[in-house]
Nanobody, 127 residues
Framework: QVQLVESGGRLVQAGGSLRLSCAAS????????MGWFRQAPGKECEFVAA????????TYADSAKGRFTISRDDAKNTVYLQMSGLKPEDTAVYYC????????????????????WGKGTLVTVSS
């Protein structure tokens, strides 16, 4: 099994940058595609970004393209989401998720459609 713990969320000013981390347990971490989702209060969970188990392919939601970068370091069992040019509408709880199918990430409607997910970390962007 894989356990995921997100960290790095905090209050940041609009236009600023922030890096979120997702630490994973489990010896088979490198076999999983990883991704990030976010959910603002009263809104549905939204796909943000995903990366293949190989780290060679990426996919992003339109809202994240050009501003967010997903990466992974298998030696550290960690996935990152580097965010820049943050906007107030980026305010949300950000969740890390893992699944054996990379293509699943942009298709699912919620975290429960994936194999593993964390408890989230809150990002608040002030205007």
């Amino acid at each position: 099994q894989v356990q995921l713990v997100e960290s790095g969320g905090r209050l940041v000013q609009a236009g600023g940058s922030l890096r979120l981390s997702c630490a994973a347990s489990g010896r088979t971490f490198s076999r999983y595609a990883m991704g990030w989702f976010r959910q603002a209060p009263g809104k549905e969970c939204e796909f943000v970004a995903a990366i293949r188990s190989t780290g060679l392919s990426f996919t992003y939601a339109d809202s994240a393209k050009g501003r967010f970068t997903i990466s992974r370091d298998d030696a550290k069992n960690t996935v990152y989401l580097q965010m820049s040019g943050l906007k107030p509408e980026d305010t949300a709880v950000y969740y890390c998720a893992a699944d054996l199918s990379y293509s699943n990430f942009p298709r699912v409607k919620g975290l429960s459609d994936l194999t593993y997910w964390g408890k989230g970390t809150l990002v608040t962007v002030s205007s």
